[in-house]
């Protein structure tokens, strides 16, 4: 209850709830993986669960394993590419640090999100612009609380703060781009092992 408590306190009182967890350490491992969790979840139901008037996706086609790659993955490679980065400039926050906050910072996203979708369900096409306005201040009140937790667990100046995000996210992108090419040379490799195998079965 005590670890709930601080997660919504972070969202009003964002400077003073990441200092909790900087310099009193109370973040909650686990509660941070619950959100994502959440998270997750809450990606499966706006596909799912979204009134038909807004729904865009092919529900019968959904897998909802496609989904981890927009969640938890890049949630995972974000804290990698932010604790990397920070570290070679100095930055205070250790990994466990930059994994609650990032976890913590994404809850109104969440929460909103998950507004959009029950509403969806009673508004008519008019409605849509409401709902976009819903989402988008989820999102961007997340934004505000990323950008605060990192300036405090990393204790730089707002300019440092900002430009260690421009960096992370230029991070986020070789690492999605060296992952797709191991994968690529990966298939490569395999369809080699598997034509050498094929003509040796053939010759014999």
Not at 53 to 76: A, E, H, M, R, W
Not at 177 to 187: E, G, Q, T
């Amino acid at each position: 209850m005590e670890q709930s408590k601080l997660m919504f306190y972070t969202m009003f009182h964002p400077l003073q709830g990441f200092e909790e967890i900087k310099l009193n350490k109370k973040g909650s491992i686990r509660l941070s993986i619950l959100i994502l969790a959440v998270w997750f979840l809450s990606a499966i139901l706006d596909r799912k669960v979204t009134g038909f008037i807004f729904n865009t996706y092919q529900i019968d086609k959904l897998n909802i394993l496609t989904l981890l790659p927009g969640t938890v993955v890049i949630f995972s490679i974000w804290v990698i590419s932010n604790w990397g980065f920070c570290t070679l400039l100095d930055g205070e926050g250790s990994f466990k640090e930059i994994w609650i906050v990032s976890a913590y910072a994404l809850v109104p996203y969440i929460i909103f999100s998950l507004a959009t979708v029950f509403l969806s369900n009673f508004l008519t096409l008019e409605g849509g612009v409401f709902l976009t306005w819903i989402f988008q201040f989820g999102k961007y009140w997340s934004i505000i609380l990323i950008f605060l937790g990192l300036y405090e667990m990393h204790q730089y100046t707002l300019k440092k703060t900002l430009w260690s995000i421009m960096l992370t996210i230029l991070g986020i992108l070789i690492i999605i781009f060296l992952a797709l090419l191991v994968f690529s040379l990966y298939n490569q490799v395999i369809v080699f092992f598997r034509t050498i195998y094929s003509e040796i079965i053939f010759r014999l």
